[in-house]
């Protein structure tokens, strides 16, 4: 029993097979929007790469660009097809490529689908990679002048202006950190000395904040220093101190922006894969099994059937899975023609009988 | 003698009015560009407005929108007009507004001319413009709890951040500069007091300067506070740091920006006028080559077609003497014209019918 039979006549087969030329020619255009989508997230990663501790999630758009790249040509095959399918006598030069191409699609929209959920589930991988990198960003600012770290002061001032956001999670994590070099430290001065001395690893540490933390916002000048100390400034109430900085974390910040950005994607792909699946695919069924038909009928201008699947799911499920067992088969030693195998006429064999043989003595 | 005659044949004029058919298309589009670059330039003035005085500049944006939307309309007509030509019949339709309409459009390639010239002498009021806007701004920039100077701060930062510059000319205006709001003083403090009875008109000048000055490029935290004292931070010469702050001035470095932008779309609309002028030649040959196979009266014969027919002297002087006697409409003066209860002699010979003998004058008798 056939899954989703329809009959076709032949004016609807070759309507069929004009719709699905356009339809595919449309999907090469959604293709190049996949490919397009898939390189713009690779450069909005790349901006950022110094503040990631590894480029792990760059396989997400990779995904896109090649996903996106064999759209283009499994379409553009594809549109070719349905052009000639619209004539019986063409048709019969594409009928042995249109099942594989079919099966093809269909494990190509697999991939497109996986696309798609790889962009949602990818957001705990850039949390990691997101709270490693800005640490070490922020351990190597103070590090101008060493070389392969000394353009990180300015990436992270940049991005802290920017996204309006300081330090990891919050500003206090600048307390934690040397920011300031040796270079610029008075050694001589017996407060520095001392600051120095009273800490464990020996680092400068102090509760101020680079420049770039200032809000743009606040209503009175930046306070950098002595931020841990609100009664040494004048009138710095609750709401100068909610104003004064910026204070959503750097790592809370890039992580909106990125899962904004692939949350869009994700849901453009989603869309895409149903236009594939929905669409093309099945409507590229229908025609096939209908021209075989036809072509089984030996009329071209009969009505004939199309369908999913010829037998229901269950039963070609199972006869794909013999398929691939026989093809497992293939190579297993039973079969070896140097191996001696009795004859049928083994089972006309009659059992021997104890023959009394007189031995005379 | 006519200014550079060309001879048209038929085929020739057939495949004129084709090319200008298109180019007329063609020039709608660019009259759609210049539209939009002016509006364009317009909001880019607007964006920055609270940083410039009250300074009509507007008028150049404003030229250029409206030479956008007489550039579509009036190219929409020479299409009509040029797809019209092809067809003897059809252009007879047009035959008395052609005239009218290459007058205007040269009149309107002038106005085209002139808002390409205006771009590139913007400059000078531009800079006036925002050198007093700037000062005022940062005059302000402590206002932030009064209404109307209250986002001063905030644009003022986001400025000197975006466009990477520091005060009206260089960073040293803002030791000229009250920054700080008397709010967040703390009075009780000698050094404050000191400092405020020091200045003549009571303000609380320093050298330092507000966090946006600060360059990203440079290698050492940002030094903000006492700037001008060597002594007061470590390893630091104030005359040789050029890393420390921005060093250009906000004036120079918008000046730059729109400087830029005002020669990109200058050069734009110079190109615009070019096509303009060659379209409007086009037109002049057109009309002038089927006026002519009018008069010739052979719908399939050669024709001439000129850009003036007598020289440049002749045309000059035909024109000068219509608009004196357009001028000379209303004068009482005129002899000939006249107001018919004014005495005039007649100077023609009265004809007393066919014996040509004049009427007895009545004699009165007593």
Redesign the interface.
């Known amino acids: 029993m056939a899954v989703g039979k329809i009959t076709f006549t032949k004016t609807e087969r070759e309507k069929l097979a004009e719709v699905l030329w356009l339809l595919n020619w449309i999907s090469v255009v959604t293709g190049a929007i996949l490919f397009g989508l898939g390189l713009f997230l690779k450069i909005e990663i790349q901006k950022w790469q110094e503040v990631m501790s590894e480029q792990g999630i760059l396989y997400v758009p990779h995904m896109l660009i090649t996903t996106g790249l064999a759209a283009c040509g499994i379409n553009y095959l594809g549109s070719k097809i349905c052009l000639d399918c619209a004539d019986t006598n063409k048709f019969l030069r594409w009928k042995l490529v249109m099942m594989p191409y079919i099966v093809c699609t269909f494990f190509f929209t697999a991939c497109v689908l996986a696309g798609a959920l790889m962009c949602y589930s990818v957001r705990s991988q850039l949390e990691e990679s997101l709270y490693l990198g800005l640490r070490n960003t922020m351990r190597f600012y103070k590090d101008t002048d060493t070389p392969g770290r000394c353009y990180l002061k300015k990436t992270l001032d940049l991005l802290q202006i920017q996204f309006q956001c300081c330090g990891n999670a919050d500003y206090r994590d600048w307390f934690q950190i040397q920011w300031v070099s040796n270079r610029y430290l008075d050694m001589t001065d017996s407060a520095v000395v001392d600051r120095v001395r009273s800490n464990v690893d020996g680092k400068y540490l102090m509760d101020s904040v680079p420049f770039s933390c200032c809000s743009t916002l606040s209503s009175r000048p930046c306070i950098q220093h002595n931020l841990s100390n609100p009664a040494a400034h004048a009138h710095y109430d609750e709401q100068s101190q909610q104003l004064n900085l910026w204070r959503r974390g750097c790592q809370q910040a890039l992580l909106d922006h990125y899962t904004g950005i692939m949350q869009s994607i994700g849901l453009t792909v989603l869309l895409i894969w149903l236009f594939e699946v929905l669409l093309v695919l099945t409507g590229v069924r229908y025609l096939q099994t209908a021209m075989e038909n036809v072509i089984r009928l030996g009329d071209p201008e009969s009505e004939s059937e199309g369908w999913i699947l010829e037998n229901s799911l269950a039963e070609t499920a199972c006869y794909n899975f013999n398929i691939i067992k026989n093809l497992g088969k293939c190579y297993q030693v039973d079969d070896d023609p140097n191996i001696n195998v009795p004859t049928a006429a083994a089972d006309r064999e009659v059992p021997s009988h104890q023959v009394r043989v007189n031995v005379a003595s | 003698m006519a200014v550079l005659k060309v001879k048209f044949t038929k085929t020739r004029r057939d495949k004129l009015a084709q090319i200008l058919w298109i180019l007329n298309w063609i020039s709608v589009v660019t009259g759609v560009i210049l539209f939009s670059l002016g509006l364009f330039l317009k909001v880019e003035l607007k964006k920055r407005e609270e940083l410039m005085a009250e300074k009509d500049i507007q008028y150049v944006p404003n030229m250029l929108i409206a030479v956008g939307l007489i550039a579509c309309v009036i190219n929409f007509l020479g299409g009509k007009i040029c797809y019209d030509c092809v067809d003897t019949t059809n252009f007879l339709r047009w035959k008395l507004i052609m005239l009218p309409y290459i007058v205007c459009t040269f009149f309107f390639t002038l106005c085209v001319l002139v808002g390409a010239l205006m771009c590139y002498s913007m400059h000078w009021e531009l800079e006036e413009a925002l050198n007093l806007g700037l000062t005022q701004a940062m005059r302000f920039y402590k206002d932030?709890?009064m209404p109307g100077r209250?986002f001063l701060?905030?644009t003022v930062?986001?400025l000197q951040?975006q466009f990477q510059c520091c005060g009206n000319s260089g960073y040293k205006d803002w030791f000229q500069i009250q920054?700080?709001?008397n709010?967040?003083?703390?009075m009780s403090k000698k050094e404050v007091v000191d400092r405020l009875r020091s200045n003549v008109e009571g303000k609380f000048l320093m050298d330092g300067v507000?966090?946006?000055c600060?360059n990203?490029?440079s290698?050492?935290?940002?030094i903000?506070q006492q700037i001008t004292n060597n002594s007061a931070?470590?390893?630091y010469e104030h005359q040789t740091e050029d890393q420390n702050l921005w060093m250009k001035g906000c004036r120079e470095a918008l000046l730059e920006y729109y400087t830029h932008l005002l020669q990109s779309i200058g050069l734009t609309v110079l190109i615009t006028w070019l096509f303009e002028l060659s379209v409007l030649t086009g037109v002049r040959y057109l009309q002038t080559s089927l006026e002519n196979m009018l008069r010739q009266g052979d719908p399939n014969s050669e024709s001439d077609g000129w850009l003036l027919e007598n020289s440049l002297m002749e045309t000059a002087r035909t024109n000068l003497s219509i608009i004196k006697s357009l001028g000379k409409g209303n004068q009482i003066d005129t002899a000939d014209n006249g107001d018919p209860n004014i005495d005039v002699p007649s100077t023609s010979k009265a004809h007393y019918g066919p014996d040509n003998v004049p009427p007895k004058q009545k004699t009165e008798t007593n």
Request: neutral net charge; hydrophobic residues 30%.
């Open positions: 932030t709890d209250c701060k905030h930062d986001m951040i920054w700080i709001s709010r967040y003083l703390d507000p966090f946006s600060c990203i490029n290698p050492r935290p940002c903000q931070h470590f390893n």
